[in-house]
């Protein structure tokens, strides 16, 4: 179990997604996981950020930031 789980909140970040994950798996330190939050986004977002090693997506139906 990774020592650390980073989550990522997304609402069509399609033009984001890619560069964000791309820093998160950049770093040095590697104990950890990504959990990708998504809030129902009409873009690719979610298709992007598969391309990553993502330990679960969660997709939420309402948009509300706080809950993500």
Known sequence: MPEI???????????WIAHCLSMI?????????????D???SD???KVASR?????TINIDKY???FA
């Open 5 to 15: 789980s980073i989550i990522v909140r997304t609402k069509n970040e399609e033009r």
């Open 25 to 37: 798996y950049k770093q040095d330190y590697t104990d950890f996981e990504v959990i990708l939050v």
């Open 39 to 41: 809030n129902s986004s």
């Open 44 to 46: 690719h977002t979610v």
């Open 52 to 56: 990553f090693p993502l330990a679960t």
């Open 64 to 66: 509300l930031p706080g």
